[in-house]
């Protein structure tokens, strides 16, 4: 499998793939969230990843810029959305996606990393709590939903140091990405 960075002319394949994941349902909201995310200036720098294998598009993942207003400056990224095509789950894709956005974003210094997402995937990858950690989402969120806000460092001690209120890109940052 690869895993390389999309281009200018992906974008109606990485639309393709949300659509196809999320169904009639989900899929169009998403889609509608990629096509004004990728052109908002307050998104980059951005990091957007296709997974395939012989040509075929099994998967994306997308992070964009957020600021952490807070105690001091910090380089952080979201990790929003990563899709799977339901043809491709169980194969590694989306860890594959999400180790390699790591690792990339690691190596031009991000610090930190957010997602709100399922627990029990995301905490696989080394993201944690991030609540409890004194970062806040960009909308209050439900108890239930407190540990599905996660964080990961990618620069040791950086956690623990920095608090405060993430801001997504203006796009993302609107209520109704958010649980509510």
């Known amino acids: 499998m690869d895993i390389r960075a999309t281009t200018a002319t992906d974008l109606e394949t990485v639309k393709a793939v949300h659509r196809e994941t999320f169904g009639s349902e989900e899929g169009p909201i998403i889609v509608a969230l990629l096509d004004e995310l990728f052109p908002d200036p307050t998104a980059a720098p951005l990091l957007s ?91 209050p969120l439900p108890a239930e939903y407190a540990e599905a806000w996660m964080v990961q460092e990618l620069c040791s001690g950086v956690l623990g140091r920095v608090t405060g209120e993430v801001e997504s890109s203006q796009v993302l940052n609107r209520r109704e990405y958010w649980i509510g």
């Not at 207003?69 to 952080?76: M, Q």
């Not at 997602?115 to 970062?135: I, T």
């Open 49 to 139: 990843l296709l997974a395939e294998e012989t040509g075929n598009v099994l998967g994306h993942v997308l992070f964009t810029n957020v600021v952490v207003h807070g105690t001091e400056s910090v380089t952080a990224r979201i990790l929003a959305p990563l899709a799977v095509l339901p043809s491709a789950r169980k194969q590694g894709v989306g860890r594959q996606l999400i180790e390699v956005g790591l690792s990339q974003l690691r190596d031009t210094g991000v610090e930190l990393v957010f997602v709100l997402g399922d627990p029990a995937f995301y905490s696989r990858f080394g993201f944690e709590p991030a609540g409890v950690r004194g970062l806040q989402a960009p909308h």
